[in-house]
Nanobody
Framework: QVQLVESGGGLVQTGGSLRLSCAASGRTFSSYGMGWFRQAPGKEREFVAAISWSGSVRNYVDSVKGRFTISRDNAKNTVYLQMNGLKPEDTAVYYC?????????????????WGPGTQVTVSS
């Protein structure tokens, strides 16, 4: 069993930056693919970014490419999402997720563990 807890959300102005962290419990974190998803009010939860178990492969949704960077530190059981150039349309609850498959899937169905989420609000 893996437990995930996100932190680092908050209120920021357009163009600002935030770094989200996701701390994982469990000895098998380093074998999991990790992803970030987000859900805005009234919308479906959508894929944002993912990183393979080794960190060698990363995947991003087109709308955040060049602005967001996903990374992980397996020694600390933590995955990060650095968000720069934030826009009002990035406002959402951001969720960390872990996949036993180990890859960088964009599909929610392939993620086995989810955190409770952290709110990111970008003001215009």
């Amino acid at each position: 069993q893996v437990q995930l807890v996100e932190s680092g959300g908050g209120l920021v102005q357009t163009g600002g930056s935030l770094r989200l962290s996701c701390a994982a419990s469990g000895r098998t974190f380093s074998s999991y693919g990790m992803g970030w998803f987000r859900q805005a009010p009234g919308k479906e939860r959508e894929f944002v970014a993912a990183i393979s178990w080794s960190g060698s492969v990363r995947n991003y949704v087109d709308s955040v490419k060049g602005r967001f960077t996903i990374s992980r530190d397996n020694a600390k059981n933590t995955v990060y999402l650095q968000m720069n150039g934030l826009k009002p349309e990035d406002t959402a609850v951001y969720y960390c997720a872990g996949s036993r498959v180990g890859g960088t899937s964009v599909s929610k169905a392939l993620y086995d563990y989810w955190g409770p989420g952290t709110q990111v609000t970008v003001s215009s």
